[in-house]
C-alpha cells in the first residue's frame, strides 16, 4: 500500500524557516517525480514544487522561488521541503504528491494527509 | 501560467440528480486535465486523470469529458457521499495550476 507522511509543520514567526518531510512507502520511491501542494485555510489548492526521481530536476512556483528548496533522499525514501523567509501568506497545508508514472499525461495519483503549516507572530 | 476557470463555484442538488462541472483552460491542453474531490479535512482524492480516464477504484458515475480547452465532469446520479469539493487541474506545462473549485451542496 503507498503511504505519503508528511511531518514538520507547525507555528513560525514571519521570516523564520521551517523544513518539512514526507516519508513515502509501498513504492519504488526512488523512481517517481514528487511534489509539494499547499492550500490556504479555506482556500484552493496550488502547486509549490517539485523534484525529479535523482533530484537533480527541480521547479517552483513564481510566489515560493528562492525561499523554498525541494530535496529528496532516496536512500531514506525521503521527501524534504526547506522553507526560509516564511510569510503570513505561506499558511496553508502542505500535501506530499507523487506523480504518476513514465507516460503522459501525468497526474497527482497518491497524496499525503498533509502537514499545517502557520506563519504568525 | 496556464489558468483554469471551473464553473459554478458552488452547486446545491438532491441525491440522484446528474450534475456537471465544467472546468476551461486559457489555452489549449490537449487531454492532460484531471479531476479531484476533496472532502473537509481530507487530502484530494483523484477521480478522473487524462480527461477520461476513471482512476481505479471509483465509481462509474464519474465521468470526464473534453478536449483543448472545455471540460466537462459530470455524476450521473449523485450520491451522498459526493458532496464534496472538487477541483480540476492541467499538467500540461510547469506550474500545475488547479481550478478554484466547485463545492457540491446538499440542497
Known amino acids: 500500500e503507498v503511504q505519503l507522511v508528511e511531518s514538520g509543520g507547525g507555528l513560525v514567526q514571519p521570516g523564520g524557516s521551517l523544513r518539512l518531510s514526507c516519508a513515502a512507502s509501498?513504492?519504488?520511491?526512488?523512481?517517481?517525480?514528487m511534489h509539494w501542494v499547499r492550500q490556504a485555510p479555506g482556500k484552493g489548492l496550488v502547486w509549490v514544487s517539485c523534484?525529479?526521481?535523482?533530484?537533480?530536476?527541480?521547479n517552483y512556483a513564481d510566489s515560493v522561488k528562492g525561499r523554498f528548496t525541494i530535496s529528496r533522499d532516496n536512500a531514506k525514501n525521503t521527501l524534504y521541503l526547506q522553507m526560509n523567509s516564511l510569510r503570513a501568506e505561506d499558511t496553508a497545508v502542505y500535501y506530499c504528491?507523487?506523480?504518476?508514472?513514465?507516460?503522459?499525461?501525468?497526474?497527482?495519483?497518491?497524496w499525503g494527509q498533509g502537514t499545517l503549516v502557520t506563519v504568525s507572530s | 501560467d496556464i489558468q483554469m476557470t471551473q464553473s459554478p463555484s458552488s452547486l446545491s442538488a438532491s441525491v440522484g440528480d446528474r450534475v456537471a462541472i465544467t472546468c476551461r483552460a486559457s489555452?489549449?491542453?490537449?487531454?492532460?486535465l484531471n479531476w479531484y474531490q476533496q472532502k473537509p479535512g481530507k487530502a484530494p482524492k483523484l477521480l478522473i486523470y487524462?480527461?477520461?480516464s476513471l482512476q481505479s477504484g471509483v465509481p462509474s458515475r464519474f465521468s470526464g469529458s473534453g478536449s483543448g480547452t472545455d471540460f466537462t465532469l459530470t455524476i450521473s446520479s449523485l450520491q451522498p457521499e459526493d458532496f464534496a469539493t472538487y477541483y480540476c487541474?492541467?499538467?500540461?506545462?510547469?506550474?500545475?495550476?488547479f481550478g478554484q473549485g466547485t463545492k457540491v451542496e446538499i440542497k
Open positions: 504528491a507523487r506523480r504518476s508514472s513514465i507516460v503522459a499525461p501525468y497526474y497527482f495519483e497518491y
Open positions: 509501498g513504492f519504488s520511491f526512488s523512481t517517481y517525480w
Open positions: 523534484i525529479n526521481s535523482d533530484g537533480i530536476s527541480t
Open positions: 489555452q489549449s491542453i490537449s487531454n492532460y
Open positions: 487524462a480527461a477520461s
Open positions: 487541474q492541467q499538467s500540461y506545462s510547469t506550474p500545475w495550476t
